[in-house]
Nanobody
């Protein structure tokens, strides 16, 4: 069983930055594929970014490429989402997800992640 706790959300003006953190417990973090998803009011949950267990492979949604960076620190069992040049359309609840695959892969489909955090609100004002 894997437990995930997100932090770092908040209110920021357009053009600003935030860094989200996701602390994991349980399982073997270094062999766990991690992901970030978001859900805006009235919209479906959408993929944001994913990172492989070693951190060597990453994949980001086109809507955030060049602005967001996903990373992880396996010594701290924590993954991060650095969000720069934020836009009002980035406003959403951001969720951390884990897939203890044991393989060096990235995953962009939410249905493949069995473990989820409670979410953290990010609000970008114009």
């Amino acid at each position: 069983q894997v437990q995930l706790v997100e932090s770092g959300g908040g209110l920021v003006q357009a053009g600003g930055s935030l860094r989200l953190s996701c602390a994991a417990s349980g399982g073997t973090f270094s062999s766990t594929t991690m992901g970030w998803f978001r859900q805006a009011p009235g919209k479906e949950r959408e993929f944001v970014a994913t990172i492989s267990g070693s951190g060597l492979s990453t994949y980001l949604a086109d809507s955030v490429k060049g602005r967001f960076t996903i990373s992880r620190d396996n010594a701290k069992n924590t993954q991060y989402l650095q969000m720069n040049s934020l836009k009002p359309e980035d406003t959403a609840v951001y969720y951390c997800a884990a897939h203890p695959s044991g393989r060096e892969i990235t995953l962009s489909q939410s249905r493949l992640y069995p473990y989820w955090g409670q979410g953290t609100q990010v609000t970008v004002s114009s």
